[in-house]
């Protein structure tokens, strides 16, 4: 059983009638690009960038960022790679950096924590730009939910351009910049981000945390967490459709797109890139290869219609049969 799916290694992720779905790996560590290589990652779909820096004392320079994602980009050789700025806060922290806050999934984290750091995401910012002339990158914003927080982190990246143009340092000029869908508030504005971003990745993690209000890391309430809710099924969706009539890029990177029993799901819906833990890659590609999308959409949409929990998981297992 496992040495069959280890030989779709270098099988392209096609869907039976011909579809081609980008299978991306996520990433916490420079180091993890070997292991998503050898599982047949053709990108890398969210590298999260904070892990680098937690359990320190101090942040680390822009020399240092530098050659993190530097290694990432040239490991990839020429293959997308989107690096997201820190998620620092709630579960994620600095060392000492931030007393607890009163409710951390709600409070200071993400984009919120960058933006009230200039100097911090400025210095991120620099190294990831410079980076970029080694490769394909492309910059991912976490957490953004408000008009203003996209208008001041597009001036804070601007003003990271301007500074190494100043210092005739390459990057690359035309680096797409895009946001985590993660709030429902983003979801339900999306044409709002999609006006001033190049793409989307849907974070079903914190999204469905913050659609459900279940606390993602509460075990008391994890039997609640549930991605088959009719709410984010309706929610997902909405996202997609949104972003297809925008032409605007959409890929999924939350443990739902990991998971193969939602593979077909998420392709019916109209998903085209997902990204996930590299040793998900190879499950989830045979459900890909098995896949064909215009039987898959029609129960999707079956799927979509209904809401009681059993006749959605009913359908889900016809879809998986
Ligand atoms: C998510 O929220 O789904 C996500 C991918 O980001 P993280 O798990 O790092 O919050
Ligand atoms: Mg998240």
Redesign the pocket.
């Known amino acids: 059983e496992k040495r069959k799916l280890w030989r779709l290694r270098s099988v392209a992720a096609i869907t039976r009638d011909g579809t081609s779905i980008d299978l991306f790996a ?1 990433i916490e560590l420079p180091q993890e690009v070997k292991q998503a290589k050898e599982y047949g990652a053709t990108g890398i779909g ?1 590298f ?1 960038s ?1 892990f680098l820096f937690l359990n320190r004392e101090n942040l680390p320079d822009e020399e240092e960022q530098f050659e993190a994602y530097s290694t990432v980009i040239k490991g990839m050789n020429g293959a997308p790679v989107v690096i ?1 700025t820190f ?1 620092l806060g ?3 922290n600095l060392k000492g950096a931030y007393r607890i806050a009163p409710n951390p999934a709600l409070g200071l984290r ?1 984009i919120r924590m960058s933006l009230a750091e200039p100097g911090m995401f400025l210095t991120q910012l620099r190294a990831i730009l410079r980076a970029s002339s080694q490769g394909q990158v492309q910059i991912l914003i ?2 953004l939910s408000h008009s203003r927080e996209i208008d001041q982190t597009l001036q804070i990246i601007e003003s990271a351009k301007q500074s190494l143009r100043d210092e005739k340092q390459p990057f690359d000029e035309t680096i797409k910049i895009g946001c ?1 869908v ?1 709030i429902p508030a983003t979801a339900l504005s999306l044409e709002l981000f999609m006006r001033k971003l190049s793409f989307l ?9 913050y659609t459900l209000a279940i606390d ?1 890391a509460d075990e008391t309430v994890a039997h609640l967490f549930d991605p088959l809710h009719p709410a984010i099924l309706r929610l997902l969706s909405r996202i997609i459709q949104s972003a297809k009539k925008a032409n605007t890029p959409v890929s ?5 797109a990991g998971d193969p029993k939602y593979t077909r799901l998420l392709l019916g819906m109209g998903l085209q890139q997902l ?1 996930m833990y590299p040793t998900q890659l190879l499950a989830v590609k045979r459900e890909v290869l098995d896949c064909h999308l215009p039987d898959v959409t029609h129960l999707t949409q079956k799927i979509l219609r209904a809401d009681e929990p059993e006749k959605i998981h009913d359908l889900l297992q016809k879809l998986n049969n």
Do not use: F, H, V, Y
Not at 201 to 209: F, H, K
């Open positions: 996520n969210l999260r904070e997201r998620d709630a579960d994620k993400a976490p957490m985590m993660e990745s849907i974070g079903t993690n914190d999204l469905i945390q993602r999924i990177c939350g443990e739902m990204s």
